[in-house]
C-alpha cells in the first residue's frame, strides 16, 4: 500500500464528515444566530452557498500530522459532492444527493453512508433547525466569516467549521475557502479550496462512480 493511500485512509472518517457538512450546507434551511450582527453574518453565509448552483475548485486536504493529499472538488445543488482524489490515492467521494459513498479502488470495497443516518444529517433536512447546530466563531477579521457547525447532544459526531473570505464576485459575497473537521478522537482534517469555478457545466453524471466489488459478491 502507498504512502498516499495509507494517509488517507488515516483520515478518511474526517473527510466522509466534512463532505457532509458541506452537502448539508447546500440545502435550503433557516439558520439564526443569538445576537443580531451574528444572525446577519450567519444569514449571508448560508446564502452563499445556497447561490452556489454549480462549482468546481482544486482541494488539499491535509490531516493532523501535516500529511497532504489533492483533487478536484465538484458541487451541485442540492446536496451533490465529488471528491476526486489523485490518481495515486486510488480512492473517490461521491455524495449523490441520497447517501455519501466511499469507493476504495486498491482494495475493490465500497462503504455507503444513508445522508439520514449520517453525522450531521440532520443538516440535510430544511425542517430543523440548523440554528441548533451552527454558530458564528469571531475570527477578529471583518473579511473572513467563521461558522461552527455541531451536535451537542451527539458529540461524536465531531466539529466541522466552514471558512469563508469575502469576495464580491463569490455568490452572496462569500467565498468557502476552507473547512476544519474535527471526530471525536480529536483526528483534525482541513480541506483547502483554491481556483473556485462557479455556474460551470456539471451533471448528474459527474456523480456517478465505477464499482470495483466482484460482481458476483454485491
Keep these: 500500500m502507498n504512502h498516499v493511500t495509507k494517509t488517507f485512509r488515516s483520515c478518511v472518517s474526517a473527510a466522509a464528515l466534512a463532505a457532509l457538512s458541506v452537502s448539508a450546507a447546500l440545502?435550503?434551511?433557516q439558520a439564526v444566530a443569538a445576537a443580531p450582527d451574528d444572525a446577519k453574518q450567519v444569514e449571508q453565509a448560508v446564502a452563499a452557498l445556497r447561490g452556489i448552483g454549480t462549482m468546481k475548485a482544486d482541494f488539499v486536504q491535509t490531516d493532523?500530522?501535516?500529511q497532504t493529499v489533492s483533487g478536484v472538488l465538484t458541487m451541485k445543488s442540492p446536496g451533490k459532492?465529488?471528491?476526486q482524489y489523485q490518481p495515486s490515492a486510488?480512492?473517490?467521494?461521491?455524495?449523490?444527493?441520497?447517501?455519501?459513498?466511499f469507493i476504495d479502488y486498491e482494495?475493490?470495497?465500497v462503504q455507503r453512508w444513508p445522508i439520514k443516518n449520517s453525522p450531521l444529517g440532520a443538516l440535510l433536512d430544511p425542517s430543523r433547525d440548523v440554528a441548533k447546530f451552527g454558530k458564528l466563531i469571531q475570527t477578529g477579521n471583518p473579511g473572513v466569516v467563521s461558522i461552527e457547525v455541531r451536535d451537542r447532544s451527539h458529540p461524536e459526531y465531531g466539529v466541522i467549521t466552514l471558512?469563508?473570505?469575502?469576495k464580491a464576485s463569490a455568490p452572496g459575497g462569500l467565498e468557502l475557502t476552507y473547512w476544519v473537521s474535527l471526530d471525536s478522537?480529536?483526528?483534525?482534517t482541513t480541506i483547502s479550496l483554491s481556483n473556485q469555478r462557479y455556474g460551470v457545466p456539471?451533471?448528474?453524471?459527474?456523480?456517478?462512480?465505477?464499482?470495483?466489488?466482484?460482481?458476483?459478491?454485491?
Design 185 to 188: 478522537q480529536n483526528k483534525r
Design 90 to 101: 486510488k480512492m473517490l467521494i461521491v455524495g449523490d444527493g441520497r447517501a455519501l459513498n
Design 27 to 29: 440545502v435550503p434551511a
Design 202 to 218: 456539471v451533471t448528474d453524471n459527474d456523480f456517478r462512480w465505477n464499482d470495483p466489488r466482484p460482481r458476483n459478491r454485491r
Design 107 to 109: 482494495v475493490r470495497q
Design 163 to 166: 471558512i469563508f473570505t469575502r
Design 81 to 83: 459532492i465529488r471528491f
Design 64 to 66: 493532523r500530522s501535516g
